[in-house]
């Protein structure tokens, strides 16, 4: 039976000792809360009188309910008398309690009679196994309450602690897993960027094994070229009041295999950025209006031209002959890729780089102009795409192509110090060369020697440095028909013994054996005959760079009699205005 109300009031007896209320420690600013369900008034007005004594906030509950939803983390401790036991169930208070989070086990202070048989030992065993249940005794002295209820609430602000402990560690391993995370994904770009370096440098190094390769074939084979096109020349001109059918014939069969030799040499040789470049500053409006002319003569009658030049375009510096030579060849590619019907468009445009509208000139930044060529063919294969630029790399069948078109395009814009792309369109390809803004006054293209020019060598006393004897000979011949005086050395040392009195034009080759080559001869000549007018020829050269800011003019080997006679023409005319 449950005790009477007197023996409610005489439940917590006091002693002669006086005990200090319990005061919010440092770090706790609003006083502890306890919840308490106490039906009979007696007992929650004692309870709520001893409680706020010691600093603590009462939460009384009326039902159980009430008491269920109390009990969550805001709550310190909760007080429950034997008649609130009553009136909850175990699934209830086992529900509410289970909500508590990981760190939390709300302390619950239980007060039951002091007859034996009114308690139920198996009830409070089983209150025992779903929380953090103690059982006190009535009646019990208030020392003895208020030691237990003090106790809770060091439990309770240990499991506070536990708590702001546990959300400190989630944040150091939020701030640890953030931390990992972008040290992975740095440790990525930086794996991407030394694949990218690694890849570049692949790159680089089958570039300069390709350019050893073929410069060491393409040295040799020019003047191999150069002699069978210097002597078709000459044959021609000996045998040009004998005209004769078979002779023209075969002569032109000559020029025309000797052309294509030298323009595979060529194209070997822009790839590996070892072709020679005559760069001007080119009037890219002007230029481009006249080689879709050219171009749509290539690509045949069936392929429909479209311009799309905008007023006010950069100049570019750059190579005429060898910007020819690239648009020439993704024309070729487009006019196959479209089965010579359809339409090819010729598009520039001035940008800024980089331009994440131009992802293809990220590597690249400052002003440019961006040329492209975009046809309605068939389109590339990702992985044709990748591999188009490779030198010797075709789709086409044996005998129609060379693959080298491609890679003459990505050699001479790189080597024009941009790049070459190609961009798969939803229907056709676009092939695309970023070439430098260039800062310098426009020139016009040079065309062909003429008539004049060619009659302009006559009594002109020519120093030839070559070290080929057949080449020299050939050379020799050539220049003799134009009435020139030629004298032949082999070497650029054999050179500096020479009388230069007696000389108005010097003709070198750039290597050469011995102490120096064309270029140090160049110097030299610049130190002790500055006024001494030079052309320099070569089909090939380990490092072009080196012919920038030289004052000479520079020939292709193999070279034609009219451009060598255009050249030298070019060289007295510079030494003439020097003069004067």
Not at 44 to 67: F, I, N, P, S
Not at 290 to 316: D, F, K
Request: hydrophobic share 45%.
């Amino acid at each position: 039976m449950p005790a009477s109300r007197s023996a409610r009031k005489s439940a917590y007896r006091s002693t002669s000792r006086e005990w200090l209320p319990l005061k919010p420690e440092e770090g706790h600013a609003a006083p502890p809360i306890a919840v308490v369900f106490a039906p009979i008034e007696g007992d929650a007005a004692a309870l709520r009188t001893l409680l706020e004594e010691e600093g603590v906030a009462v939460h009384a509950c009326r039902d159980a309910q009430g008491l269920y939803a109390c009990l969550d983390e805001r709550a310190w401790c909760a007080i429950v008398t034997e008649e609130g036991l009553d009136r909850c169930s175990l699934e209830g208070l086992d529900t509410s309690l289970r909500r508590q989070p990981a760190w939390s086990n709300l302390p619950i202070l239980t007060l039951a009679g002091s007859v034996s048989e009114q308690v139920d030992s198996n009830r409070f065993s089983r209150l025992a196994r779903i929380g953090n249940i103690t059982l006190i005794e009535r009646p019990t002295s208030r020392e003895v309450l208020l030691m237990a209820i003090r106790s809770a609430l060091r439990t309770r602000r240990l499991q506070f602690d536990m708590r702001d402990q546990w959300r400190a560690l989630e944040q150091h391993a939020d701030a640890l897993e953030s931390a990992v995370k972008e040290r992975t994904l740095s440790l990525e770009r930086e794996v991407n960027e030394r694949r990218r370096v690694e890849r570049a440098l692949a790159e680089a190094r089958r570039l300069e094994s390709l350019g050893r390769l073929t410069g060491g074939v393409a040295h040799d084979f020019n003047n191999i070229l150069q002699v069978i096109s210097g002597s078709e020349t000459l044959l021609r001109m000996l045998l040009a009041k004998e005209a004769n059918e078979r002779v023209v014939r075969a002569l032109d069969a000559i020029r025309r295999a000797s052309g294509h030799g030298a323009a595979l040499t060529q194209q070997l040789l822009a790839y590996a950025r070892r072709q020679p470049l005559n760069n001007v500053a080119l009037d890219l409006p002007l230029y481009l209006h006249a080689s879709a002319e050219l171009l749509s003569g290539a690509v045949g009658a069936g392929i429909a031209m479209r311009l799309r030049i905008p007023p006010g375009l950069w100049p570019v510096s750059v190579d005429p002959a060898q910007l020819d030579a690239a648009l020439l060849n993704v024309a070729t590619n487009a006019r196959d890729a479209m089965d010579g019907q359809g339409m090819l468009e010729l598009a520039a445009s001035n940008v800024h780089l980089p331009d994440p509208a131009l992802p293809q000139g990220a590597d690249l930044a400052g002003e440019y102009v961006c040329i492209t060529l975009t046809d309605d063919g068939e389109g590339m294969s990702e992985k044709t795409a990748r591999q188009a630029f490779e030198p010797f790399f075709t789709t086409k069948s044996v005998g129609k192509g060379t693959g080298l078109g491609l890679s003459q395009v990505y050699g001479f814009a790189s080597q024009s110090h941009g790049t070459a792309f190609i961009r798969r369109e939803q229907r056709g390809t676009t092939i695309g060369i970023l070439l430098p803004r260039s800062c310098e006054e426009i020139q016009a293209v040079q065309g062909g020697a003429s008539a004049s020019e060619l009659h302009a060598l006559k009594g002109v006393r020519i120093l030839c440095v070559e070290d080929d004897p057949v080449v020299a000979e050939t050379t020799a011949s050539l220049l003799s028909v134009l009435d020139a005086e030629i004298t032949v050395v082999d070497s650029a040392d054999a050179a500096f013994a020479a009388d230069f009195s007696g000389i108005d034009l010097v003709l070198s080759d750039v290597m050469m054996p011995g102490s120096t080559d064309g270029i140090g001869l160049v110097h030299w000549l610049a130190s002790h005959h500055p006024d001494m007018p030079v052309v320099l020829a070569s089909g090939y050269m380990v490092d072009p760079g080196r012919l920038e800011k030289l004052q000479v003019q520079f020939l292709r080997k193999p070279y034609t009699l009219e451009a060598l006679a255009n050249a030298m023409a070019l060289a007295l005319a510079g030494r003439d205005g020097r003069a004067s």
